[in-house]
């Protein structure tokens, strides 16, 4: 969802400032590269447990977790919103009947509100979250889910991800792959592990003539 269908990444150049103005009293704080290479693919909070273990930055690290949280919901009501050509190429898989599943690594709750936000809950019969299965896109427990739920088998399911962790995980289990570029989760090895890469200069629906 986020950084492949809808374009909410920059949320995290926000909170970082608000978090180091709050705890750091710095408003220009932002975990360096590897930190956030790293993370991509966690977990929210387990992205706030490393990032206590890295920066100290207080004694809770769900207290961090929830500051994160606090405003998420608003930010994808009122500042996120859609990738160019996203609804076309859904609209397109879903004239040919094509069975979809959004598997996210943010909370239910607001892959739900997101979803909705942006009319893009009535193409997704099936919904998983990361956060239910305990376990982030470096293992395969919610694409596998996600395959259960569709009766479908690998080689004749397509996965779409903006993160290179989580397409690696995707391909070694045979699946096809879109890599979609987002140029807040560190996409330049994305096209290594993609059999089609969305650049920064294509929209999504470009890919309606390799999907009929």
């Not at 710095?26 to 447990?49: G, K, T």
């Amino acid at each position: 969802m986020d950084g492949t269908l809808i374009d909410s990444l920059f949320f995290w150049d926000r909170a970082w400032k608000r978090l180091g103005k709050k705890y750091l009293g710095d408003p220009s704080f932002r975990p360096s590269d590897d930190f956030l290479i790293s993370s991509q693919h966690m977990l929210l909070r387990e992205a706030a447990e490393y990032l206590n273990q890295v920066y100290h930055v207080c004694d809770d690290s769900k207290e961090l977790s929830d500051f994160l949280n606090a405003s998420l919901a608003d930010f994808y009501v009122n500042e996120a919103f859609l990738k160019d050509g996203a609804i076309e190429f859904l609209e397109h898989l879903n004239s040919l009947g094509v069975k979809l599943c959004l598997a996210s690594a943010t909370e239910m709750y607001y892959v739900r509100i997101a979803l909705k936000a942006h009319g893009l809950d009535k193409y997704f019969p099936v919904v998983l979250s990361c956060a239910d299965l305990k376990a982030s896109k470096d293992r395969p427990d919610v694409y596998l889910k996600a395959l259960e739920l569709l009766g479908e088998d690998p080689a004749d399911t397509c996965i779409f991800e903006d993160s290179y962790v989580a397409l690696t995980t995707a391909r070694n289990l045979g699946t096809h792959t879109v890599g979609v570029y987002d140029k807040h989760s560190y996409s330049e090895r994305l096209n290594e592990q993609a059999e089609i890469f969305i650049s920064p200069q294509m929209s999504m629906k470009e890919l309606i003539p390799f999907f009929n």
